[in-house]
C-alpha cells in the first residue's frame, strides 16, 4: 500500500489569496443585510399602514 501525502496547512502557515476570499464575503454579507433591512423597511412604511388592525 503506497500513502499518499495529505495536504494540510500546519497552524504556523499563512496563505495569502485568503484575504480576497474574506473580503468578498463581507462584501456579499454587508449587501444581504443592506437588502434585507430595505424590504424590511418598505414593509413597515408602506404595507403595514394598510393593513386593517394597523
Known amino acids: 500500500m ?3 501525502p495529505v495536504d494540510e496547512p ?3 502557515e499563512r496563505h ?3 484575504g480576497a476570499a474574506v473580503g ?3 462584501i ?3 449587501a444581504i443585510v443592506i437588502i434585507v433591512l430595505a424590504i424590511l423597511y ?3 412604511r ?3 399602514p394598510l393593513l386593517p388592525g394597523a
Do not use: E, M, R
Request: glycine share 14%; hydrophobic share 50%.
Open 16 to 18: 495569502g489569496g485568503d
Open 2 to 4: 503506497i500513502a499518499v
Open 24 to 26: 468578498q464575503t463581507a
Open 10 to 12: 500546519s497552524s504556523g
Open 28 to 30: 456579499k454579507w454587508s
Open 42 to 44: 418598505f414593509l413597515a
Open 46 to 48: 408602506f404595507v403595514v
